[in-house]
């Protein structure tokens, strides 16, 4: 299976909106509620931000938002902060033979 | 509050072998499946393999088929991924990672700092 497809960079200004697009196929985005987006910040681990698709761990901001139509999943960040730039990558589970896909990454850029 | 501590990372030329480990705390090991995820040097995150609670079922990337085993010590709370026929691709920081689903599989939610595997002549 190949990976999700995410845009390779996005950026905002602080205080605006951004959406970030995870797409994939019936076999793994479209076919289950199991999509998890994390967030990385040079040189350290990801971290996560949304899973089940728009749920929030604990401790997450409520300006991070999480989206599925279909094939293609959304992470939305609202009210852009500096703080906000890093990688974000998305994750989907995709059945018993290949389990777990990731996207191949965007680097929000704040401007 | 869960911890993951990966070990055994460090250069090693094509062929060879290498077997990394991860120590984890702060949950019950045992319930949850555990993955292994790398990120080669300024590219994104790949997953490796992953390893079902109690060690029933494995899952294979394509590219690690054959070559990677994953298991895993519910009695010591650690995760092992023995790594063969090393080739220069395989290069990348090694990440042991938590699933979510507790008796089940989903992505992870949980990683550790990670540990570095450079694979070099």
């Known amino acids: 299976q190949s990976a999700l497809t995410q845009p390779a960079s996005v950026s905002g200004s602080p205080g605006q909106s951004i959406t970030i697009s995870c797409t994939g196929t019936s076999s793994d985005v479209g076919g289950y509620n199991l999509v998890s987006w994390y967030r990385q910040h040079p040189g350290k681990a990801p971290k996560v931000i949304i899973y089940e698709v728009n749920k929030r761990p604990s401790g997450i901001s409520n300006r991070f938002s999480g989206s599925k139509s279909g094939n293609t999943a959304s992470l939305t960040i609202s009210g852009l902060q500096a703080e906000d730039e890093a990688d974000y990558y998305c994750c989907s589970y995709a059945g018993i033979i290949t389990p777990v896909l990731f996207g191949g990454g965007t680097k929000l850029t704040v401007l | 509050q869960v911890q993951l501590v990966e070990s055994g990372g460090g250069v090693v030329q094509p062929g060879r072998s290498l077997r990394l480990s991860c120590a984890a705390s702060?949950?019950?090991?045992?319930?949850?499946?555990m993955h292994w995820v790398r990120q080669a040097p300024g590219k994104g995150l790949e997953w490796v393999t992953l390893?079902?609670?109690?060690?029933?079922?494995?899952y294979y990337a394509d590219s690690v088929k054959g070559r990677f085993t994953i298991s895993r010590d519910d009695s010591k709370n650690t995760l092992y991924l023995q790594m063969n026929s090393l080739r220069t691709e395989d290069t990348a920081l090694y990440y042991c990672?938590?699933?979510?689903?507790?008796?089940?599989?989903?992505?992870?939610?949980?990683w550790g700092q990670g540990t570095l595997v450079t694979v070099s002549s």
């Open positions: 390893i079902s609670f109690h060690g029933s079922h494995e």
């Open positions: 990672a938590k699933d979510f689903a507790i008796f089940g599989v989903a992505p992870p939610d949980s």
């Open positions: 702060g949950f019950n090991f045992s319930n949850y499946a």
